[in-house]
């Protein structure tokens, strides 16, 4: 594993890191605005003041923090395949370059010894899930690695409920950032009420404090931030594209890691960038609220 001196040397510190994933950036957004983007994400985690560690694998070697030409060569390259954590020693072993999903971010970022972390969206369990056996290994992941994940919720592509249900069963806390109500990524509203949620950054931090001196860090926290209403899609441009999606899927026969980036794919094209917008928009909030939580749990 290789450290970017700039955040080996924030955590010798002890001074505020945020981890942040790579798939988001090469199979989730579209080409070519991804890579300003992930430029965005990294900006707005210095501007609350912490130090970035975009997380992906290059050559075999996993890298906690990218410059620029790394970046670069995530989001512009075609070489970087999606990897899941049961994937990072293949992907080692034969040298190649990996985007990193949620749950191999968090397995690496936590063994780098960073807590908290930003992304969009988590993966879950996918509509139909009783038939095809289709659930993130995020979820797992978040299971045994003691990592915050700041995010937006789950897409409404995925089954929310039996999400939350998998996350209570696999013992991930999910608190709602100044909502009681747990987000759908696009929208800042599933339906589906939670029962813990905090207002401020200094508040998710007491949590980590309190998780450290309890003995429950092994275990992942998810903190829901929605979208805000005014970068919120439309519910009724959202559910038919939705349902678009999900029948064009299941009649390409799409299956196993790809249906994510397919679905993701089907709504920026059929919104016609809306989705997208909607995206950078709960993304960037995310790593916002990520550094201030990694600012505070640092200092306190
Ligand atoms: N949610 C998003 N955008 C994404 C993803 C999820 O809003 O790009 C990516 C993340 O990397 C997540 C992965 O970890 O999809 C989940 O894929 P799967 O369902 O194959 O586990
Ligand atoms: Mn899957």
């Not at 990897?83 to 191999?104: H, N």
């Not at 929310?160 to 806390?173: N, P, Q």
């Not at 679905?263 to 059929?270: N, Q, S």
Request: charged letters at 20%.
């Amino acid at each position: 594993m290789r450290i970017h001196p700039e955040v080996a040397d924030a955590l010798a510190a002890g001074r505020a890191v945020v981890a942040l994933e790579s798939t988001i950036i090469s199979h989730g957004l579209p080409h070519p605005g991804n890579l300003q983007i992930a430029r965005d994400i990294e900006a707005c985690v210095r501007a609350a003041g912490a130090v970035p560690a975009t997380i992906a694998i290059l050559d075999g070697q996993p890298q906690i923090g990218l410059d620029d030409d790394a970046l670069h060569r995530i989001a512009t390259g075609t070489t970087a395949v999606k990897v899941s954590v049961r994937e990072i020693a293949m992907l080692a072993a034969a040298g190649g370059d990996g985007a990193t999903t949620v749950a191999a971010t968090a397995h690496l970022a936590a063994a780098a010894g960073i807590t908290v972390f930003a992304t969009g969206g988590l993966g879950g369990v996918h509509r139909g899930a009783q038939e095809t056996y289709d659930e993130s290994a995020d979820l797992t992941a978040l299971s045994r690695t003691p990592v915050l994940v700041v995010c937006s919720g789950v897409k409404s592509i995925l089954d929310i409920g039996a999400t939350l249900e998998r996350l209570e069963t696999l013992s991930v806390g999910v608190i709602g950032y100044r909502t009681e109500r747990f987000p759908a990524f696009y929208l800042a509203d599933s339906g589906h009420r939670l029962d813990w949620w905090i207002q401020n950054p200094e508040q998710a931090a007491a949590v980590l404090r309190a998780r450290d001196r309890l003995g429950t860090k092994g275990y992942g926290l998810v903190l829901a931030n929605p979208i805000s209403a005014e970068a919120e899609l439309d519910r009724a441009l959202h559910d038919r594209v939705l349902a678009e999606g999900l029948a064009a899927a299941e009649a390409a026969g799409v299956r196993g890691k790809d249906v994510t980036p397919y679905l993701l794919g089907h709504f920026h094209r059929a919104t016609h960038g809306a989705s997208v917008a909607a995206n950078v928009a709960l993304v960037l909030g995310n790593a916002r609220l990520a550094a201030e939580i990694a600012v505070a749990y640092a200092t306190g």
